[in-house]
Nanobody
Framework: QVQLVESGGGLVQTGGSLRLSCAAS????????MGWYRQAPGKQREMVAT???????NYADSVKGRFTISRDNAKNTVYLQMNSLKPGDTAVYYC?????????WGQGTQVTVSS
């Protein structure tokens, strides 16, 4: 059974930082592309950042220079370091895993940035 369990969300003021973690089980973690998506109220889910099996990074333009995705294959965990947070970053953040045609999602963790 595949599980992606996010943690680290919460309430932070504008300009603050948070670090999200996603612990994966039931997959061969090192062979999966991992990523973070987010969904704000009334908006579609959007890609925030992804990291490939070789370490290839991809970021949404809106978070470049502020967010950093990383992975620890020994711990089956992917991280999202979020700095200089803005109210527009408020959303539910979802962990994502993909290998070939198989995709998995976590339950999500709420990030709220107050102005």
């Amino acid at each position: 059974q595949v599980q992606l369990v996010e943690s680290g969300g919460g309430l932070v003021q504008t300009g603050g930082s948070l670090r999200l973690s996603c612990a994966a089980s039931g997959i061969t973690f090192s062979l999966n592309t991992m990523g973070w998506y987010r969904q704000a109220p009334g908006k579609q889910r959007e890609m925030v950042a992804t990291i490939g099996i070789g370490g290839t990074l991809n970021y949404a333009d809106s978070v470049k220079g502020r967010f950093t995705i990383s992975r620890d294959n020994a711990k089956n965990t992917v991280y999202l370091q979020m700095n200089s947070l803005k109210p527009g970053d408020t959303a539910v953040y979802y962990c994502y895993s993909r290998r070939m045609v198989w995709e998995y999602w976590g339950q999500g963790t709420q990030v709220t940035v107050s102005s």
